[in-house]
């Protein structure tokens, strides 16, 4: 199973466009990328997933290079609200998910 | 529709004692997950139910934790007997489809302290 890396944390303000970039670069042919948001005391939740080049919905944007070595998870305009943990996962041939150690997310007023 | 939950929210034993955490997932998914995450560590896969029968316990960390799902609908965890170590939070989680990165729907955890 591919292994993911991503910063432990990261800081904005509101408003902001904020980045989180994950590496992995033992990606396989058949693996998704996937992102989970958690809130303190909440289980993780889905925001975004997808194969190559961009995806985008109500809540992110998710770009793929071609090469798929690494992935970056991007939230517009960030709010309060948006504090949280955030992982990014890979895999593709089991149900299981795999979670790093994920990028704790602040953001300030 | 209502998500996954978990019951209890909280539970504080004593080493040696039992415990049993149930969790009922959305309904009409067939797939549930547990996971757990320990003290200072990362969220850990324990095992995946398909409808009543287990597909995949790998992530069991010993003989002491018996998980079951009896009827397909909800499931319990047990731990007997619980051990300092044992101290966590038990994430449950539940998905209609059974394809490999499937959106998986958590609950919101047990957390088990163990004394």
């Known amino acids: 199973l591919a292994k993911t890396t991503q910063p432990i944390s990261m800081d904005s303000y509101e408003g902001q466009e904020v980045n989180i970039t994950c590496s992995h670069n033992?990606?396989?042919?058949?693996?998704?990328i996937t992102w989970y948001q958690q809130f303190p005391s909440q289980g993780p939740r889905f925001i975004i997933q997808?194969?190559?080049t961009k995806v985008t919905n109500e809540v992110a944007s998710l770009f793929i290079p071609a090469d798929r070595k690494s992935s970056t998870l991007s939230l517009p305009r960030v709010s309060l609200s948006d504090t949280a943990v955030y992982y990014c996962?890979?895999?593709?041939?089991?149900?299981?998910?795999?979670f790093g150690t994920g990028t704790r997310l602040q953001v300030f007023p | 529709e209502a998500g996954v939950t978990q019951f209890p929210s909280h539970s504080v034993i004593e080493k040696g004692q039992t415990v049993t955490l149930r969790c009922d997932p959305i309904?009409?998914?067939?797939?549930l997950y547990w996971y757990r995450r320990v003290m200072g560590k990362e969220i850990k896969f324990l095992l995946h139910?398909?409808?009543?029968?287990?597909?995949?316990e790998s992530g069991m960390p010993n003989n002491r934790f018996l998980a079951e799902r009896t009827g397909g609908t909800y499931s319990t965890l047990k731990v007997q007997p619980a051990e300092l170590e044992d101290s966590g939070v038990y994430f449950c989680?539940?998905?209609?489809?059974?394809?490999?990165?499937?959106?998986?729907?958590f609950g919101p955890g047990t957390r088990l302290t163990v004394l």
């Open positions: 989680a539940s998905s209609q489809e059974r394809l490999a990165g499937d959106e998986q729907f």
């Open positions: 033992n990606i396989a042919t058949n693996d998704y």
């Open positions: 997808g194969y190559k």
């Open positions: 996962l890979v895999g593709g041939d089991t149900d299981k998910l795999i």
């Open positions: 309904s009409g998914h067939d797939n």
């Open positions: 139910f398909v409808k009543e029968s287990k597909q995949d």
